[in-house]
């Protein structure tokens, strides 16, 4: 648990500092948040050296200065040393500052896997800037949110990129925002934005750099939510710093190692593997926009990688390539599973094909990023297998849902987390409430049980569906389909699904004489700007949607019906295959 205010009171006097009441305090960050802040739990990471305001941009120039033609990054035939990405970054910096932006502005990265994603954050990092990564499968509906909400002042996108025109997204938020951000375009015609270089040419030597602070907000990253608006975690250079620092910790050192990064970089996996590993722990991240296991092969074996990590399809699709070659990677040592469960079969096979490699699942979530530390050994590759990971310096317990009752060793509860890399609360005070025990535990409104100092997680209290790794809101769709022609009620859940971890599937309570079909529901979804990945795989026409005495949907019991239709509809299928031979 935490320090007690006298310790932390003694610790800090020893180290000069004068602390306040120690109860949790919302301050004003320099960008205009509310931001929750604990004098005394803080005054402890700095004194014992977890927190050492140091910035992005420090570890920058640091590298840049003891290795500058080491090679950071690589995006396809492009390669960023240590000395480029900073004089990149710098010119990026400068540009932003000479574009009106002041420290505490915020500015939105809609971008996919490319280098210039790393260098548009290091330089909003000089530039003291917010940074408010947006995944780019995002559409009008989530993007005009997020803009609006983050208040961004500048979004830089593609101008194409998966067959689909980033501008004409702009067009379409930028008509409906009261502020619109300006749009800054890569790697395509920039029509009526402005282009990534005439953006660079903006900056002049007069522009400063401002001093930023380690308690300083430097990324708003948005995550969806029982709520069905995604919510922004705010987190900070300390907080980001901890979080880098921790997987080099547990998973490292990653010095002069390499990773193959295929999570986006919009995603917080992604953020600390492809924006922060490469600078903080100088390590070689090769980037990978579009995931094709063939060519994630090739690039392994180029390379000699040391990691991959990702969800379910992933894992699934290298091993079946690695095995059709009988590549066995020796070079391979970390395979790193999250997002969604991965099948411990799946994990075991991983395990026995590449022989150097130690597979596992972490657990964590864009409020507290590393809440488990996988495993120490290749050979705890069961625990690997069958659990989330370790705990280890982040402190976890777990309670009765709805209450700080800690449950019995062994026992189900819901996952409380705190540590060092803890957010600093989400953009919308109002998120705050209910989501924080008394002593700063983050709930995490995930269920797990503990065994043997491990951690695995059985089930989830927040509405939320992992596909391919990304978080959905069944809300949120549900609130997009409400007025589904021909529907009288709706429910969204997430069944499995042995390619995606899940998929997503809408059970409809339909009116007398309509029939509505899975195309009308995705045409519906269409129309409403959300992303094609929020749209039902799955579609259950039901009598009456199950409910509670107090009137509350009972989701466990639809997705059991559906799974149950799905296996019936698989044993008709397999009798019938039978009879017909």
């Known amino acids: 648990m935490i320090n007690s205010g006298e310790a932390c009171r003694g610790i800090a006097l020893q180290c000069g500092i004068e602390l306040m009441s120690g109860r949790i305090e919302m301050v004003r960050d320099r960008s205009g948040w509310l931001v929750r802040h604990d004098p005394d739990q803080s005054a402890i990471w700095r004194a014992e050296g977890t927190w050492t305001d140091t910035t992005l941009a420090d570890h920058a120039r640091e590298a840049a200065s003891q290795a500058p033609d080491e090679v950071l990054l690589v995006d396809g035939d492009v390669e960023v040393t240590a000395r480029q990405l900073l004089k990149k970054a710098e010119a990026a910096g400068k540009a932003m500052i000479s574009s009106g932006l002041r420290p505490g502005d915020v500015i939105s990265l809609m971008l996919p896997n490319w280098h210039e994603a790393a260098i548009l954050n290091l330089g909003a990092t000089l530039a003291g800037l917010v940074v408010n990564p947006i995944i780019p499968i995002y559409r009008g509906a989530e993007v005009l949110h997020i803009l609006r909400d983050s208040g961004s002042r500048m979004v830089f996108m593609p101008a194409t990129s998966r067959a689909f025109d980033y501008r004409e997204l702009a067009r379409e938020v930028s008509s409906k925002l009261e502020r619109a951000p300006e749009f800054v375009v890569l ?29 300083d907000v430097m990324m708003v990253l948005y995550t969806s939510g029982t709520t069905g608006k995604a919510k922004g975690v705010l987190l900070t250079h300390n907080s980001g710093e901890v979080m880098v620092r921790d997987y080099d910790r547990c998973w490292g050192p990653w010095q002069g190692q390499t990773l193959l990064v295929a999570s986006p970089v919009t995603h917080i996996t992604g953020v600390i593997q492809a924006l922060f590993v490469p600078i903080v722990c100088r390590a070689k991240v090769v980037l990978m926009d579009i995931w094709d296991p063939a060519r994630a092969l090739d690039l392994m074996i180029a390379h000699q990688a040391n990691f991959i990590g990702g969800a379910t399809p992933f894992h699934q699709g290298f091993l079946a390539e690695a095995r059709k070659r009988g590549e066995h990677m020796p070079s391979l040592r970390i395979i790193a599973c999250g997002g969604a469960s991965v099948p411990p079969g799946l994990m075991r096979a991983e395990h026995e094909f590449f022989p150097n490699a130690r597979v596992f699942r972490g657990y964590g979530c864009s409020e507290v990023p590393s809440i488990t530390e996988g495993t120490a050994r290749r050979e705890d590759i069961e625990y690997g297998a069958e659990t989330d990971g370790w705990i280890g310096r982040t402190k976890v317990r777990l309670v009765r849902p709805g209450t700080d009752e800690e449950v019995a060793q062994g026992e189900e509860g819901e996952i409380l987390a705190f540590g060092a890399q803890i957010m600093a609360g989400y953009s919308r005070p109002e998120d705050n409430e209910a989501v924080f025990s008394e002593d700063g535990f983050f709930r995490t409104g995930d269920l797990g049980r503990m065994r043997d100092g491990y951690l695995t997680v059985t089930g989830r209290i927040k509405d939320l569906i992992i596909r391919n790794g990304e978080n959905l809101s069944a809300k949120e769709i549900e609130d997009a389909l409400e007025d589904l022609p021909g529907a009288k009620e709706v429910s969204v859940v997430g069944v499995p699904d042995a390619r995606t971890g899940e998929r997503v599937c809408v059970a409809i309570v339909v009116a007398t004489g309509a029939n509505p079909t899975l195309e009308e529901v995705a045409a519906h979804i269409a129309a409403k700007g959300l992303a094609r990945q929020k749209t039902p795989e799955q579609l259950c026409l039901v009598d009456a949607l199950p409910r509670n005495l107090a009137g509350k949907v009972l989701k466990d019991v639809i997705r059991a019906e559906v799974v149950a239709r799905l296996q019936a509809d698989a044993d008709a299928k397999s009798v019938s295959e039978v009879a017909a031979t």
Do not use: D, M, N, V
């Not at 282009?195 to 930023?212: C, D, I, W």
């Open 187 to 215: 790697r395509g015609e920039q029509q009526e934005f402005i282009g990534y270089k005439s953006f660079l040419e903006r900056g002049t030597s007069r522009a400063e750099f401002p001093e930023t602070r380690g308690s």
